[in-house]
């Protein structure tokens, strides 16, 4: 009994390793894209971006969101009008616009990000990010008219992110969206996926409970 457990406590041991060296080469590519994008980016749509960014931050912090997002926005265009087809300019831009409550208007600006030759700049992890926030405002907007196009952009996301095990919230926006679409099997299987993740995640519980499919013991 001893030397099993000694042999499962390796494994562990092992198996954090490795899901540390992942996390720290991820984080490294991840520094190093953002380093080189700055680096090809003008001086001064940088100096725009920055001041843009600590706007956002204060407006998802502090009670003056709108007021926050405004100055974002302005920051932002200023970059743009001098770097139109930065693609984080454009993510930027759709964070600010939806903070502002402008959901449609920012789809647009993520469309521009993920739509741009430039958008290969994009880590795979930002393209992954962008592409559900794109769907999560899509189906905000109006669900029944974009759930198909939202279902595209979250597969996509799953795609092109390859962080195993990280992607269980865009799962879970994928099942309620083939829930929506009335796709039962695809629904489940999303929704599983993520319990496969997070054993205790009430979103994939309550998703199969409404297919039918779990029920407490």
């Not at 405004?70 to 087809?85: H, V, Y």
Request: with cysteine; net charge positive.
């Amino acid at each position: 009994m001893a030397t099993a457990a000694m042999l499962q406590l390796g494994i562990l041991i092992i198996t954090l390793s490795l899901f540390f060296i992942m996390h720290t080469i991820r984080s490294q590519t991840t520094q190093t894209r953002t380093r080189t994008r700055s680096k090809n980016r003008p001086p001064e749509p940088n100096r725009h971006l920055t001041q843009a960014s600590r706007h956002l931050a204060r407006a998802r912090s502090t009670s003056h969101r709108a007021q926050h997002a405004k100055s974002a926005l302005m920051e932002i265009d200023k970059a743009l009008s001098i770097w139109p087809r930065d693609p984080w300019a454009h993510i930027l831009r759709g964070q600010a616009l939806e903070l502002m409550g402008h959901r449609a208007a920012a789809i647009k600006s993520l469309d521009a990000a993920l739509s741009s030759p430039a958008a290969k700049s994009l880590s795979a992890e930002e393209r992954a990010n962008a592409l559900m926030r794109r769907a999560e405002m899509k189906v905000g907007v109006n669900r029944r008219r974009r759930v198909e196009s939202a279902i595209e952009d979250l597969v996509e996301a799953v795609e092109v992110d390859g962080r195993k095990g990280s992607e269980w919230e865009v799962m879970c926006l994928l099942g309620k969206c083939y829930e929506w679409k009335g796709m039962k099997e695809e629904a489940k299987d999303a929704f599983q996926k993520v319990l496969q993740v997070h054993p205790h995640s009430e979103e994939a519980r309550d998703g199969l409970r409404r297919l039918g499919l779990f029920t407490d013991k």
